[in-house]
């Protein structure tokens, strides 16, 4: 008879592992309270899928990540994915910064067997709780083959999403998570199905010791340059301009921009709007005002992707060619 795959889930916290004493409301709550052994114990489905391991690797509101967490949960994936019979990950994590963690690992992860996040938008407790159909269909997908060679993978609310692409994009429903060109795939039950293929992973390298300095900047109307100057004052090695519309920044935030970028600092432009690409300049020069654009990375996933591409190589600081060729390529 054969066995059934052996899947690891690795726990981080969020409002998948939250509990309130009022199961009518999903707003009020206690985030990243309850143990993984709970959450696998209240979905007995899970095991004509799966022979599940678990981990809690942290229990945190993922609003309070760190890099030292995601360089913990970056070795977990790594030692799970080198045991030889381990065929897939699923990562259980905060619906509140899970595209960041997501975006740093499809990064730096090369994923030889399947890696699946999910997380919930309502507590455990909650009356028509989304956690543990989420986590059922996250082992479904880790443990389907379909799901190999595709990248870090997101699954919520029966959609399966790529993490370079997915962003939450609504503050309480439970179809919060979006991507711009749609989904990959979708499961339902024992039927996992994907449309198309992710963009290529391109792995920046493993997730670095020592992690540069960089902050998001946003341009409105009337902005100062006091958060640009003290920023540059203060050694940061990168900044995203959260920008207007297609890329546009206020001529006030711009100068300061200018000024950052002759200091040695790397000025990427991203798009405050949530979708859409920032047009990608021929020839980056941000000392002339020309700054490297994010393509079609939110600010979040762009300070993810250049401050891993700083740490890999600082040089990059100063060589806009290259870096656009990072961002173009990530
Ligand atoms: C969190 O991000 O940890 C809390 C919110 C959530 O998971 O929905």
Known sequence: MNQLPRIVVLA????????????ASSAHYQAATVPVSSLLAAVPALKSVARIEAEQVAQVDSKDMTFALWA????????????????????????????????????TQACPVPVVMTAAMRPSTSLSADGPLNLLDAV????????CG???????NQQIHAARDVAKAHTSAVDAFVSQCGPLGMVQDDYV?????????????????????VEIVASYAQPGRIAVDALVQAGVAGLVVAAAGNGSIHEVLAEALVDAAIAGVAVVRSSRTGAGHVA?????????????????????KARVLLALALAADPALARDPLRLQAA????
């Not at 980056?284 to 005002?289: C, N, V």
Request: charged share 15%; glycine share 8%.
């Open 12 to 23: 981080t916290g969020g409002t998948i592992a939250g509990a309130s004493g009022n199961p």
């Open 72 to 107: 913990a949960l970056a070795a977990r994936v790594e030692h799970w994915s080198a045991q030889a019979d381990v065929a897939g990950i699923v990562i259980t994590h905060g619906t509140d910064t899970l595209e960041e963690t997501a975006m740093a690992l499809h990064l």
């Open 140 to 147: 479904r997908v880790a443990a389907h083959p379909d799901a």
């Open 150 to 156: 595709k990248g870090v993978l997101v699954v919520l």
């Open 193 to 213: 199905r994907f449309a198309r293929t992710p963009r290529q992973a391109w792995a920046i390298g493993p997730m670095p010791r020592a992690w540069p300095v």
């Open 280 to 300: 990608i300049p021929a020839h980056p020069s941000p000392s002339d005002g020309v700054f490297v654009s994010a393509a079609d990375l939110n600010p979040y």
């Open 327 to 330: 961002f173009a390529q990530a």
